[in-house]
């Protein structure tokens, strides 16, 4: 008996996880809005300009895989993505530092997750989409990196 890949279990983690990662765009957003606004003042102007572009060049980039997701969800199921009542809450960092740490965190968690939906996607075209998403979360997790080494050298 020859299986399908992917099999359904796979396609139906895939699509949860496509659907929960939907569900988080709202305090994604604000916690963008967040780090821009609490850049050390201590840093050179220079630096925080350059920060505050890196983070809205990230931000940026998650509202088009969110975009993406959405149309992906639409097509696969033939649906609209289930919006749970609020999504995960934002919740402020203590620190801009602290913030950056979880950014970092949630980059490589991202990984994780794209790579689960990656493996449940139907066909080549889906898969492409989703590892084009999951580089850009490696490439986030440097840029994050970057940030946190900058305001290190404070």
Known sequence: MRQTYPSTAQFKEAINLINSSI???QADAMFYMWLIQNIPTDL???QRVDIA???Q???NDEKLHNEILKSMYRQLTGTEAQMQAQGEPF???NS???GVVKALKGEVEAVRKYRKIMAGMPDNS???Q???ILTDELRHGILYNYIYTTIQSM
């Open 130 to 132: 989703v590892f084009s």
């Open 96 to 98: 801009f530092e602290e």
């Open 23 to 25: 569900e988080n765009e």
């Open 44 to 46: 050179e102007e220079s």
């Open 126 to 128: 889906y898969r492409d």
């Open 57 to 59: 060049g990230i931000a």
């Open 91 to 93: 919740e402020v960092p």
């Open 53 to 55: 572009q890196t983070i």
